[in-house]
């Protein structure tokens, strides 16, 4: 199976149709709740697109020009930009616009945001700091150069950092819309890992067993695989979620206010 075909069938039909339910809900009056409307849901969609090519493109760079993983040339176009084949940037494009849709699909649909609580607003202090712990574990497994953790460590030093500020933000805001938070990427990261695994299978692309743990989920999945989805989503679902919340609205403006005061004071 060629790269671009992997693509047509496993995200590009999944867009083409929510694509089409979207304008349809739109049509029939079926909308985002009120509280979710800060911004035009399909502007927080192409932010995260730009967000997701610009800061994975370095990162996937050095994963294959170390031999973290690599592709069939004879499955890709021939055309790259780097060491990374144009369908990889494609996959960067098309997976913010796939979780995008998905999720703007389940928010017209679920029950309202409930309130978090003052317990969960703690983790807006808590979430950073045991993340930070976790991605200092992964610092010292690269600089340690423990092979068969390599993979796993570079996921968590590049995803970590950007969680943790979206939990520093709005851990209270994501709690408050949970079921759809975690509807959106329990569904996708599963849906995106058996399409994964569907595609190494049939050699289109390689996860080197030398630097990853080599533990496959049912015998075909390398778990860092599926890590990387379940990081990717979080991080869109989060991010989109963030961005196009009334309440981030208003927090952005208060945190940008005291910025501005404390400016003009010193």
């Known amino acids: ?22 304008l349809v809900d739109r049509r029939r009056g079926v909308l985002l709740p009120a509280t979710l409307q800060a911004w035009p849901a399909w502007a927080a969609i192409l932010l995260h697109v730009f967000i ?5 493109t370095v990162w996937d760079n050095y994963l294959v020009a170390t031999q973290v993983w690599w592709y069939d040339p004879e499955l890709v176009t021939g055309i790259t930009l780097g060491w990374v084949p144009i369908e990889e940037y494609t996959f960067f494009i098309l997976q ?5 849709l998905w999720l703007i699909f389940w928010a017209r649909r679920l029950i309202r945001p409930i309130s978090p609580g003052d317990l969960i607003t703690s983790l807006r202090i808590a979430g950073p700091i045991l993340l930070g712990v976790l991605w200092l574990v992964s610092a010292v497994i690269l600089v340690t150069g423990w ?3 390599t993979y796993l460590a570079l996921e968590l030093v590049w995803a970590l950092p950007p969680i943790g500020l979206q ?9 408050r819309y949970r079921w759809l938070v975690s509807l959106v990427i329990i569904s996708l990261t599963l849906y995106l890992s058996a399409s994964d695994a569907l ?15 080599d533990f496959l989920i049912a015998g075909l999945l390398p778990i860092e695989e599926f890590l990387f989805f379940l990081l990717t989503n979080t991080l869109i679902t989060f991010g989109i979620v ?19 005061k404390a400016g003009a004071g010193s």
């Not at 060629?2 to 979207?22: C, D, S």
């Open 147 to 149: 092979q068969p953790g």
């Open 199 to 213: 595609a190494i299978t049939l050699g289109t692309w390689t996860i080197n067993p030398e630097k990853s743990l």
């Open 242 to 260: 963030l961005v196009i919340s009334e309440e981030s609205y208003a927090r952005f403006g208060s945190i940008r206010l005291r910025l501005s």
């Open 52 to 56: 997701a090519v610009l800061y994975t």
């Open 96 to 100: 913010p616009i796939l979780a995008g």
């Open 1 to 22: 199976m060629t790269y671009f075909t992997f693509l047509g069938y496993f995200l590009v039909i999944p867009i083409i149709v929510l694509g089409i339910v979207a």
């Open 167 to 175: 939990l520093a933000f709005g851990a209270d805001i994501l709690w």
